[in-house]
Nanobody, 120 residues
Framework: QVWLVESGGGLVQAGGSLRLSCAASGSIYIIEAMGWYRQAPGKQRELVATITGDRSTNYADSVQGRFTISRDNAKNTVSLQMNSLKPEDTAVYYC??????????????WGQGTQVTVAS
């Protein structure tokens, strides 16, 4: 079993910054990719940013240039630095990981989500 635990959400004024962190633990052999997704009320979950083991990154157009994703392979952690936040960034943010378990199975795991609210 694999667990992803997020932290760092909260309430911030527009233009402010927040940093989200996520730690993966459990029966992990290797994590291929980690990422952040978000879901606003009444909307589908959408990709925010992803990062592979060799630190290749991908961002949604809406956050390009404002958000930065990073990871620590040794600690199985991923972070999302969010700057110049806008009210439309308000959502529940989920950490995700695509990995191989110690039992040699491929899995995708999700965190429980952390609320980010940007006040105008």
């Amino acid at each position: 079993q694999v667990w992803l635990v997020e932290s760092g959400g909260g309430l911030v004024q527009a233009g402010g910054s927040l940093r989200l962190s996520c730690a993966a633990s459990g029966s992990i052999y290797i994590i291929e990719a980690m990422g952040w997704y978000r879901q606003a009320p009444g909307k589908q979950r959408e990709l925010v940013a992803t990062i592979t083991g060799d630190r290749s990154t991908n961002y949604a157009d809406s956050v390009q240039g404002r958000f930065t994703i990073s990871r620590d392979n040794a600690k199985n952690t991923v972070s999302l630095q969010m700057n110049s936040l806008k009210p439309e960034d308000t959502a529940v943010y989920y950490c995700a990981a695509a990995l191989m378990t110690l039992q040699a199975t491929i899995a995708r795991s999700w965190g429980q989500g952390t609320q980010v609210t940007v006040a105008s």
